[in-house]
């Protein structure tokens, strides 16, 4: 399985909106889930928000809650990570990860990075103060 693709990223002010989209290399099933981690300069990488695809379940870290929304995107094998209201704080690469688990795991388990096998190469994000 190919490495999943991410686009959108860029620089806005503070309080400015940003639409991510992960382009997965294979078909997103039913046991397909999808996150979004990013990291700041040196900073560990960080779950952000994540997607069980089967079972249409969200996640998100407090940080973005509310702010942040995952879903499947308009083309077939995508999710897409719309962002509002950003802050000087969400700056960094954003990654998306593709894996497969049970929903009755990864509901537990969707920040862990271990719940992933596939990750893509990194957008980055701005946001000035």
């Known amino acids: 399985q190919g490495q999943p693709v991410e686009s959108g990223g860029g620089s806005v002010p503070a309080g400015g909106s940003l639409k991510l989209s992960c382009a997965a290399s294979a078909d997103l099933g039913s046991l397909s889930n999808v996150g979004w981690f990013r990291q700041a300069p040196g900073k560990e990488r960080e779950a952000v928000a994540g997607?069980?695809?089967?079972?249409?379940?969200?996640y998100y870290d407090n940080s973005v809650a509310g702010r942040f929304t995952v879903s499947q995107g308009d083309l077939k094998n995508t999710v897409s990570l719309q962002m509002n209201s950003l802050q000087p704080e969400d700056t960094g690469t954003y990654y998306c990860?593709?894996?497969?688990?049970?929903?009755?795991?990864?509901?537990?388990?969707?920040?862990?990075?271990?719940?992933?096998?596939?990750w893509g190469q990194g957008t980055q994000v701005t946001v000035a103060s």
């Open positions: 990860a593709t894996g497969r688990s049970l929903f009755t795991h990864y509901r537990q388990e969707w920040s862990d990075r271990r719940s992933y096998d596939t």
């Open positions: 997607i069980h695809i089967g079972a249409g379940a969200t």
